[in-house]
């Protein structure tokens, strides 16, 4: 049962990783944010997705080659995310000095399971066949997922679902403030998400199409030159 407690394995990781470093730090401004010690970005900016996986809990995983490739840290397959928030509770105020600091644990999804498929493919010289894959997503699973019960009973499958209910980390707090500006209340983080992707690469009005790839590069380049 213990298993199925995600925040106390949260705590427990935190505590065991308080003295490490995290795997990157985000700075939140009133206007903007930064990541590491890199430059500025809106809220609105598209690479603000990586805002969204933060208050979703889960790695980035359009971001995996950039931390593969920088050799960002993980603990126990999963990234610790430190928030040093320098907003004011109120707007008239001035910026705080001294931010309010938390670090919030993301964890693996099924999209990271077949992007880290993917790569160790890639870099296996691109052999594996589709049974290979299929060998490695099981082994992978197998070391990854919480027991399986063969014998299920209602009453207990009731009280997994309400453990993990009332212990799934909620959203951070200092990500809160700016939910409105990241994303509109009404819609899900999810559709939000994919409008901001599927919109990045559309030409506007009177204007050339042209990608914009440098976003990526300069993401990348933060992440290869800076520490956390």
């Keep these: 049962m213990a298993g199925y407690n995600r925040t106390r394995y949260v705590e427990q990781l935190l505590e065991k990783t308080e003295d490490a470093l995290p795997s990157f730090t985000v700075h939140l401004h009133a206007e903007y944010w930064i990541l590491n010690h890199g430059s ?3 809220y609105h900016n598209p690479i603000a997705s990586l805002l969204d996986d933060i208050r979703a809990h889960r790695i980035p995983v359009d971001f995996l080659e950039f931390f593969d490739s920088a050799r960002v840290p ?5 990234m610790i995310v430190e928030l040093l928030d320098y907003r004011p509770q109120r707007s ?9 600091k938390t670090r919030v644990v993301l964890h693996p999804s099924p999209e990271t399971l077949w992007a880290d498929i993917c790569s160790l493919n890639q870099h296996t010289g691109g052999k594996w066949t589709d ?3 299929l060998e490695v997503e099981s082994k992978l699973l197998l070391a990854t997922s919480q027991p399986l019960c063969l014998d299920p009973d209602p009453h207990l499958t009731r009280v997994v679902n309400n453990v993990l209910r009332v212990s799934t980390p909620s959203m951070p707090l200092s990500l809160k403030r700016k939910a409105s500006a990241m994303e509109p209340e009404e819609d899900g983080p999810e559709k939000a998400r994919r409008e901001r992707l599927l919109g990045f690469m559309a030409p506007r009005d009177n204007r050339a199409h042209a990608p914009r ?11 290869t030159c800076s520490k956390p």
Excluded: Q, R, T, V
């Excluded at 993980?74 to 999963?78: A, I, V």
């Excluded at 790839?213 to 992440?223: D, G, N, V």
């Design 213 to 223: 790839y440098y976003c990526f590069l300069y993401f990348s380049m933060i992440f």
């Design 92 to 100: 008239s105020e001035p910026a705080l000095k001294n931010p309010s």
């Design 131 to 133: 049974m290979d894959a």
């Design 40 to 42: 500025k970005f809106l």
């Design 74 to 78: 993980f603990y126990e397959g999963c």
